[in-house]
């Protein structure tokens, strides 16, 4: 198998996982659905994505404290 086989399998693997955790991620994220009609400010998306990402982090870090034990 080449590098660029590997690196592709690799992606797609961390790829499959983020969305395995998506649920958990943004239910431990907390943070409200936008009104409709109405739009985020960039400040706004910028502390979102932060919070997602910590959160992400966590859920991430829980799947393997769960899967190790």
Same mark, same amino acid.
């Given at each position: 198998m080449s590098s660029a086989d590997? %690196? !592709?399998a690799d992606q797609? $693997? $961390?790829y499959r996982e983020f969305l395995d955790l998506m649920p958990l991620m943004i239910s431990l994220a907390g943070l409200p !659905? %936008?009104?409709?009609?109405?739009y985020f400010s960039e400040e706004q998306m910028?502390? $979102?994505v932060f919070t997602l990402r910590h959160a992400y982090k966590m859920a991430r870090q829980f799947a393997r404290e769960q899967i190790s034990r």
């Open positions: 590997t %690196s !592709a797609q $693997r $961390r !659905a %936008s009104d409709v009609g109405k910028e502390t $979102r």
